[in-house]
């Protein structure tokens, strides 16, 4: 998973999602932490990036300790079946061992939504007369701004990862305001069939998972 994301921290959720699967994976940013000083409870300004994936029973995670601004940043995270690795700006910042009963095809294999700027829940739950009803509910927003948001089926090395970084940071500019417009508008829906052309014009093919669902 790959993408830029220029984030807002006045808004938005305690935890801003960038792009998540319900009950498999997500990528966040935390926008504060809490701490006690004189009796009393403190906000800090925290501002890391983490990736959480699940394995069926509970969550695991990996965070960073570079404290993000409202810029441009590259994200990426990549699990190759031992390890998952999370980037920002092309560079390492954060890594988690699998354990030896992590099945990391649930991020592929999954029926749910990829969503992007929230984390979103899709259950059966029970109606006033018992009856069983589709429930669907998304939390933790994502504020600002998300671009070029891709899904691959392959694991990158360090130095792919980096050399997509350097590619478009030229674009994507520290303290540069950006024609949001042409990079932030929602897309429209895509058919399968749209989605393969859309991955073999980016020269994807085979590498793209699945249609993103923006929120």
């Not at 006690?36 to 965070?63: C, I, N, Y």
């Not at 674009?171 to 393969?196: F, H, M, V, W």
Request: charged share 25%.
């Amino acid at each position: 998973i790959v993408g830029w994301i220029r984030p807002d921290f006045s808004e938005g959720s305690q935890e801003l999602t960038i792009i998540s699967k319900q009950d498999s994976f997500k990528i966040f940013l935390t926008k504060d932490s809490f701490t006690l000083q004189d009796g009393r409870t403190v906000t800090v300004p925290d501002h890391t990036m983490s990736l959480s994936l699940f394995d069926g029973e509970k969550w695991f995670t990996a965070s960073g300790d570079t404290a993000l601004t409202e810029d441009w940043y590259h994200i990426a995270a990549i699990v190759d079946g031992s390890e998952a690795t999370l980037y920002l700006d092309g560079k390492v910042e954060g890594k988690l061992k699998l354990q030896k009963n992590f099945v990391d095809t649930k991020m592929s294999t999954s029926d749910k939504s990829i969503v992007v700027g929230a984390y979103s829940e899709h259950r059966m739950l029970p109606n006033q007369q018992g009856i069983l009803v589709p429930d669907y509910r998304a939390f933790n927003h994502l504020a600002g701004l998300v671009s070029s948001i891709e899904v691959y089926g392959d694991a990158f090395t360090d130095r792919q990862i980096s050399k997509l970084y350097v590619d478009d940071k030229n674009i994507y500019k520290k303290d540069d305001t950006l024609n949001s417009g042409s990079i932030t508008q929602k897309s429209p829906a895509l058919s399968e069939d749209d989605c393969l052309d859309l991955a073999v014009e980016s020269g994807l093919q085979g590498k793209l998972t699945e249609t993103t669902t923006l929120v």
